[in-house]
């Protein structure tokens, strides 16, 4: 990887800091690796080399100790600081330098044009003079794609190559020296921490998700986007909901709302979330008002296509998403056009959303057994529960109260056949 042996101890320091395995790799340590003074490697720091190198611990010569027989390589980032030097040292991980350039991840496989990026940012690892303006635009690609594939994808298979990408950034912004290149894969890194965060809060990892918002957090703050740190807010408000917390929930989306001003998408999801905590609290005119501005800005706004600089966590967020979250909130204030929002958000919904489609069927399940309305709760909670997903992935984005009130089974037997007019039925 043509790094000196003190380079590429901080490249460990900066992938462990980053997967959440913080280290304290030396020089010295390094020496005893390639040396084979150390024959094995303690779990946490195979884990990163690992990471760094995109090697399993055979192909890197390491002994396997009883309790490591299952590792497996896990990562195709790698990190390092500082150009080539110290002839002697280079190359930190011997012979494996070479393997690290045909390796591939294991697991998960995105689509083509993802791995393709992802070969790009290995080449300019290898190579940290490359790293420039073109290098952080094939990470900003890659990273883009990867939020589209999140929208089909469990969470559980997709998890682990969000979680080596944003290692991959990592390291790439550890070699980089051109300030504006620094800039965008600072903002990458941190739409990246954004992703694993979400991925991490579906599979029920709350204190990784909030690991990786704080980073995403920081990244926003270090280059002062604003759409960053709003979608970081926002996305922690779902987990304030989820834990029962709305009041922190309400504050976290309403200051995210601050800085959405620009950006009309980004302010009705915002406006739409603080409607609903603030509708959960009883605060009805907070609710309305929300309520308003959520409505007269996402009711118009076009689908996003690509190339229209929609942000790509927005890019899920459509008339279906608004319409259930307005429904819920009117539902919760004993609006009779709930029902009417719960059916326009269910005849929006788009079948690639495969996500989309699970929750906001729930929501539209919780809306009607809120409302009274039997046979539409027991409609929409069974096909709810028939989307290809467990129960567990689609309710980690839903309120706790979601996940038992929303299901069929507790949706009350309904005393007459469904009515046709609810497919037609307007909140106007």
Not at 162 to 189: F, G, I, N, P, Y
Request: charged residues 20%; aromatic residues 6%; hydrophobic residues 40%.
């Amino acid at each position: 990887m043509r790094l000196s042996q003190a380079h590429f101890a901080e490249a460990v320091r900066a992938a462990g800091n980053a997967i959440g395995a913080p280290n304290h790799c030396t020089k010295r340590l390094v020496q005893k690796w390639e040396t084979g003074e150390h024959a094995a490697c303690r779990a946490d720091y195979l884990r990163v080399l690992q990471a760094v190198t995109g090697l399993s611990a055979r192909e890197l010569g390491f002994r396997l100790l009883p309790d490591q027989s299952g590792q497996s390589a896990v990562g195709f980032g790698d990190a390092g600081e500082g150009a080539a030097g110290n002839s002697s040292g280079a190359d930190a991980a011997g012979s494996a330098a070479a393997a690290f350039a045909r390796s591939r991840t294991t697991g998960y496989d995105p689509d083509a044009a993802i791995a393709e990026s992802m070969d790009r940012m290995r080449h300019a690892l290898e190579h940290p003079s490359v790293v420039d303006m073109r290098t952080a635009e094939f990470v900003k690609t890659a990273t883009s794609r990867m939020f589209d594939l999140e929208r089909h994808s469990p969470a559980r298979l997709l998890a682990p190559t969000a979680e080596r990408h944003l290692t991959t950034v990592t390291a790439l912004l550890t070699v980089a020296r051109h300030e504006k290149v620094r800039h965008d894969l600072m903002l990458s890194a941190g739409h990246s921490a954004l992703l694993a965060a979400w991925l991490a809060f579906d599979r029920g990892d709350n204190p990784s998700a909030h690991r990786f918002w704080d980073s995403a957090i920081g990244a926003a703050e270090s280059t002062g986007d604003a759409a960053l740190l709003a979608a970081s807010l926002t996305f922690q408000s779902y987990a304030a909901a989820r834990r029962g917390d709305p009041h922190t929930a309400w504050q976290l989306a309403h200051d995210a709302s601050r800085h959405t001003l620009h950006d009309d998408r980004a302010t009705a999801w915002t406006a739409s979330r603080v409607a609903l905590y603030a509708a959960q609290l009883g605060e009805r005119e907070a609710a309305d008002a929300a309520i308003r501005q959520a409505l007269d800005l996402g009711a118009n706004l076009p689908h996003p296509k690509p190339g229209d600089g929609t942000m790509p966590w927005l890019r899920s967020f459509d008339y279906a998403q608004l319409f259930s979250s307005i429904a819920h909130a009117t539902a919760l204030l004993n609006d009779p056009h709930a029902t009417g929002y719960a059916t326009w958000a269910v005849n929006a919904l788009s079948p690639a959303k495969v996500k989309s489609r699970a929750v906001v069927l729930a929501e539209a399940a919780l809306v009607a057994a809120t409302t009274n309305e039997l046979d539409l709760c027991l409609d929409y909670g069974s096909a709810a529960a028939r989307q290809p997903r467990s129960p567990a992935s689609w309710t980690s984005a839903l309120p706790p109260t979601y996940s038992t009130r929303s299901s069929p089974s507790s949706c009350p037997t309904p005393t007459r056949a469904p009515s046709e007019n609810y497919c037609h039925s307007s909140p106007a």
